[in-house]
């Protein structure tokens, strides 16, 4: 679909129009008359801008702004006037129109009020497009953001087990994701009507566990005044996630083995054994394996968790997914605020690809925040174990990958204005496209 629809009945205006509009890099349409123009919205959808003008034979522009506000009110339309035609335009901004030009113009004025209408309608689409997505993280799961091998083989790896069986364990540092990556395969799998149930064993009195998973009857200990259920019966047809696991007494660990192996559960106080269908999903921070052989994990439940493991990689490993991730934390908090999301500078680009993210992306994510709530990063010291792990020429190619994508961003794919801002000749900009696997139309709005 073009990004701009332009009706005029004069065809040297059309003509002239779309030479300059050719030259500027602008995709548009252009058509004689309202009927075919509308014909082809129907057709092919709405562009992000509609210029017209007003005195049109048959449909006049007056008709066309009344019915793209019909379809979508916040499409810009740009009306284009005759001398005798002002107090219609006037009368039309009322009812909705973005800009009116008046006859003779000169065409750096039509350009600029285009691109600025499409950089308005751009950032409502993403807006759009941002609030989708979180309500539809509230049934669907979240979305893994990032392009690295890394987290490309992760989602490869999710799709061909969400729907399986068996049991996984994630593994990976604090802060990594490993909640939403279980999300994420419960969202993906055959249980995803079912419960997600989500526990952190750390967070959970050693005395109240059995409880807590199991459930208890009416008079099992004092204080159990009615019969509840636990997390695991409560997970049924669903998933249960364990987060760091490592946290939970032996004692639980030997009951959660048997749970596992047989899949039915006994509440606290009772003999009666409950059937259970459900996935377990463990996490942890620490290598089982290694806690097995010093003995505070029991290594027969160590086994029966490892049918799958998934690394999740730490932030300083994926720094190629940093501005993505930081301009979708920013995004998100901007909505979360009811602020706009602010622009960032290269400089804090690069202190952003410089920090060591000890706290990963869920400090990357406090950052954004911090960033929409006060205007500025927080210091972010670089560690001198970055540079030690990371060698010159990779922070280059990272930090010039980021600034491209940056500006590409910015300016929706549009390859001139990119240039100009990078201050890279067209085959330049062209080829380091090429190296960093970039494409300009990955950048244009929905």
Not at 109 to 116: E, F, M, N, Q, S
Not at 406 to 421: H, P, V
Request: aromatic share 6%; with cysteine; charged share 25%.
């Amino acid at each position: 679909m073009y990004d701009v629809i332009f009706i005029d009945d004069e065809s040297d205006i059309r003509l002239a129009i779309e030479q300059s509009f050719e030259l500027e890099e602008i995709s548009a349409c252009f058509f004689a008359n309202a009927e075919d123009a509308l014909i082809a919205i129907k057709e092919q959808g709405l562009p992000k801008v509609v210029i017209t003008d007003i005195c049109l034979p048959g449909l006049s522009g007056e008709n066309i702004l009344a019915s793209i506000s019909h379809q979508d009110p916040d499409i810009p339309v740009i009306l284009i006037t005759g001398h005798g035609d002002i107090s219609m335009a006037v009368n039309a901004l009322r009812n909705g129109a973005y800009d009116f030009i008046e006859k003779p113009f000169p065409i750096e004025r039509l350009i600029d009020t285009t691109r600025r209408a499409i950089d308005k309608r751009s950032l409502t689409l993403e807006n759009q497009a941002l609030k989708r997505s979180l309500k539809a993280s509230q049934t669907l799961g979240p979305r893994i953001i990032g392009d690295t091998p890394s987290i490309q083989s992760l989602r490869d790896t999710i799709i061909h087990i969400a729907d399986t069986h068996a049991d996984i364990l994630l593994f990976g540092e604090t802060g990594t994701g490993k909640e939403l990556f279980a999300r994420s395969i419960h969202e993906q799998s055959s249980r995803r009507e079912g419960n997600f149930v989500a526990i952190n064993c750390g967070a959970v009195a050693e005395n109240l566990i059995e409880s807590e998973l199991y459930g208890h009857e009416k008079g099992a200990f004092t204080g159990a005044d009615s019969t509840r259920i636990g997390k695991l019966e409560h997970a049924q047809g669903g998933t249960l996630f364990l987060d760091e696991i490592e946290s939970m007494p032996m004692q639980a660990q030997i009951r959660l083995l048997r749970v596992l192996q047989e899949r039915v559960i006994e509440r606290v106080g009772s003999n009666e054994l409950i059937p259970i269908d459900i996935r377990v999903i463990a996490a942890t921070k620490v290598d089982l394996k290694v806690a097995a052989s010093e003995g505070v994990f029991r290594e027969d439940l160590y086994y029966r968790l490892n049918v799958v493991t998934l690394d999740l990689p730490p932030l300083r490993q994926r720094k190629e997914d940093i501005p993505t991730l930081f301009h979708h934390f920013l995004l998100v908090a901007a909505s979360r605020y009811g602020k706009s999301a602010p622009a960032i500078e290269a400089q804090q680009i690069h202190q952003l690809m410089a920090h060591d993210w000890p706290g990963n992306v869920r400090e990357l994510r406090n950052a954004a925040e911090r960033f929409v709530l006060l205007g500025q990063l927080s210091q972010l010291d670089k560690s001198a174990q970055d540079s030690q792990d990371v060698g010159l020429a990779q922070q280059v190619a990272e930090f010039e990958k980021s600034m491209i994508e940056q500006a590409l961003n910015q300016y929706c794919g549009r390859i001139k204005e990119t240039m100009e801002y990078l201050q890279l000749p067209r085959k330049t900009l062209y080829d380091k496209m090429q190296k960093h696997g970039l494409d300009k139309n990955n950048y244009k709005g929905e």
